[in-house]
């Protein structure tokens, strides 16, 4: 990442240039003609003919300042973080909106809502635990990786165990959805990021405390410092102080729409960093649990993490945008946003195929007539079984693919023993479940006798 240029003070700017900056406020507001929320590193390197860049700068700096409000977050230096919205933030809010909406709304006990999760059984929560220790460095491929979790196999590396923490992690999240967040919570959550991965250099479950931490670029040089380790108790409860307050615009509270709120979250982690490792998968998880908890339940079946590691030098640059311009939340805020416009089509597109695979495969179990009945998920299991003879299959991984229980997902293998689809073998204490060869043949000879 090439070394960012900070924009001069705006107090600096407004002295040097006077009258001219609020004349130039009539043509250069926050966004330019394209939408774009410009930090001054790229402003600077656009033509603006017959105008003095820095006045303009000016302009745009107290068009922000005219429309953006102040959080109770303060950055170490004591400044307020700031937060202004954009036609853009609000046209992906509203995707958002629209899709939870569309989806069964925000309560996850509706029937609609019941219906549609039903087709996701190939839960992407494997994928975004997969994708955010990729984005940490992790090597391990997706399948090696989606093997062993569905298989509840022991990892066996670093690598591997990064991955299984992570699933852990988001599986957290979403069990704690409910609580209030607390110091303790977030130590819970780094904790499970960071648990037999290097724990004598990641301290578990522990704040940092000492500041011989820093974020640095390509070239080894510090792009963040974060906050002093003495001030980090405090600092973090103030973040769940933000967390559990009500910005809900009324009886004069501020105004923050979840979404919004659940990125500053994810910015904020980053930003204090109080661990000496798993920041960023402790931040990204409390995206993820915050957005859970606001009822846009999607969300965990979509993965930020495959789109943040495709471009992980912009994800940076969000950071230090903030950073560089008077703590200006909103270049991060739009980042993220961006990546969750795109990672909601890619969702959709998704859904809209399991959808319809869902039909498809209720028509074919119409043709075989059976005479036991089987719902959605027993049919795309039976499917998955006529296609993989010889597979191995146990009660553990039809909990991981389904999200059942291991009792559930015992009574459907057996009925499919009973139908003589596959074969029951004792290993141990417990039980395997084979596809037999013949196990087409014997779903058709039911349906007829």
Request: proline share 3%.
């Amino acid at each position: 990442m090439a070394k960012v240029q900070k924009p001069t003070d705006f107090t600096v700017l407004l002295k040097q240039y006077g009258m001219e900056v609020f004349e130039l406020a009539r043509l250069f507001k926050a966004v330019d003609d394209n939408g774009r929320y410009l930090h001054w590193d790229e402003f600077r390197r656009y033509p603006a003919q017959g105008f003095n860049k820095e006045a303009a700068w000016a302009a745009i700096k107290l068009s922000r300042a005219c429309a953006s409000k102040s959080l109770e977050l303060r950055s170490e230096c004591g400044s307020p973080f700031l937060l202004h919205t954009t036609d853009f933030c609000d046209a992906v809010i509203h995707a958002v909106e629209s899709m939870t909406s569309r989806l069964g709304g925000a309560a996850a006990s509706s029937p609609h809502y019941r219906d549609n999760a039903k087709y996701l059984v190939d839960s992407l929560m494997m994928e975004e635990a997969i994708s955010s220790a990729q984005l940490e460095g992790a090597a391990t491929t997706r399948k090696i990786a989606k093997d062993m979790l569905a298989k509840e196999r022991a990892p066996q590396n670093d690598d591997e165990r990064m991955i299984l923490n992570n699933y852990q992690l988001m599986k957290h999240a979403k069990f704690n959805k409910d609580e209030r967040l607390s110091v303790a919570l977030i130590c819970e959550l780094q904790s499970i990021a960071t648990a037999g991965v290097d724990e004598a250099e990641a301290h578990p479950g522990h704040i940092r405390e000492t500041d011989d931490i820093f974020v640095g670029g390509p070239s080894d040089d510090v792009v963040h410092q974060p906050p002093k380790a003495s001030l980090l108790t405090a600092r973090l409860e103030a973040l769940c102080q933000f967390a559990n307050e009500r910005h809900d615009g009324q009886e004069g509270r501020a105004f923050i729409h979840p979404v919004v709120k659940a990125i500053i979250l994810h910015f904020m982690i980053g930003y204090e960093h109080p661990f000496r490792d798993g920041n960023g998968r402790t931040a990204r998880c409390l995206f993820y649990w915050f957005m859970l908890k606001s009822g846009y339940w999607p969300f965990e079946y979509i993965s930020i993490s495959t789109l943040l590691k495709e471009a992980p030098m912009q994800y940076g640059r969000s950071y230090v945008y903030c950073e560089t311009d008077g703590f200006d939340l909103t270049y991060f805020v739009i980042y993220q946003l961006r990546v969750v416009e795109r990672a909601i089509k890619q969702f959709m597109h998704y859904f809209e195929g399991k959808r319809v695979e869902a039909l498809e495969l209720m028509t074919w179990v119409e043709t075989l007539q059976l005479k036991v009945g089987l719902n959605y998920r027993q049919a795309h299991f039976l499917k998955k079984v006529l296609q993989h003879p010889g597979r191995i299959f146990t009660a553990k991984e039809l909990t991981h693919d389904y999200d059942i229980t291991e009792n559930t997902a015992r009574n459907d293998l057996e009925r499919l023993v009973g139908m003589k689809v596959v074969l029951k073998v004792q290993e141990g204490k417990g039980f395997l479940y084979i596809g037999r060869d013949d196990a087409e043949a014997n779903v058709r000879k039911a349906a007829l006798g």
